[in-house]
């Protein structure tokens, strides 16, 4: 059971704990309820989002364009990560402040304390190099927050993706969403409105040696187009 901190997008400083869902084969899911005791034994999956009324097909959060893939990796992670939407605002809280994570900070962060040991031997053994993120509210009040998890091989990203998409989608009440133009991408979102009146959504997506892991929330209903392309723009900047 994951936990994310977002700002609530009506009140400029209002802070949640969002319980995410994890799964056991070394991943982190995004979708708000409480983990149980089978998640920390299974391997994990993502959940999908529907889009809501009166949300523009292109809307502000996603305005990101994507770019080509760069000819060779970048060294530095965090200079793969796709800009956030125009006219959009980071969370400002320590998590958002620090886009480069060591794994203890990351695990510490997204799985909770009686977790933490197992996730970190989990994205040991999967071959984890290095973390980045960056989080937004854009002027639609959709927020996200895309971490990118690179892995020694292609295989330990592999491994990463299956097995967060396989627990997630084992989640009640999860339902999901395909990521146009990308075999390992999906989403997955709980149609009941959290605390703060959002729809929790995460997104998957693999592109060689890197995991995506979109946490995305939008407000009163699901904005699945924003959300997907939000995701799209993320993986079309990834290296093959």
Request: aromatic content about 6%; overall charge negative.
């Amino acid at each position: 059971m994951p936990q994310v901190r977002r700002v609530s997008a009506a009140g400029a400083a209002a802070l949640a704990v969002l319980t995410l869902l994890t799964g056991c084969a070394s991943v982190v899911n995004g979708d708000g309820g409480a983990a149980t005791d089978a998640h920390t034994t299974a391997t994990a999956t993502p959940t999908g989002t529907s889009s809501p009324a009166n949300t523009p097909t292109t809307s502000a959060t996603a305005a990101t364009s994507a770019g080509s893939a760069p000819a060779t990796p970048a060294t530095n992670l965090a200079d793969l990560l796709a800009p956030a939407p125009p006219g959009s605002r980071p969370w400002d809280t320590p998590w958002s402040n620090n886009n480069t994570p060591t794994l203890d900070e990351f695990v510490a962060h997204v799985y909770p304390v009686k977790s933490t040991e197992l996730a970190t031997s989990q994205l040991k053994a999967q071959g984890i190099e290095d973390i980045a993120h960056l989080t937004w509210i854009s002027t639609d009040a959709n927020q996200a927050d895309t971490i990118l998890l690179r892995f020694a091989t292609p295989a330990g990203a592999v491994s990463r993706y299956r097995s967060a998409t396989t627990a997630k989608g084992q989640d009640t009440g999860q339902l999901h969403f395909d990521v146009p133009s990308f075999s390992e991408a999906v989403g997955y979102y709980n149609p009941v409105l959290d605390e703060l009146g959002d729809v929790r959504t995460i997104v998957y997506g693999r592109v060689g040696a890197i995991v995506v892991e979109v946490f995305f929330y939008s407000p009163a209903k699901l904005d699945k187009a924003a959300a997907i392309a939000a995701t799209t723009a993320q993986l079309q900047l990834l290296p093959a």
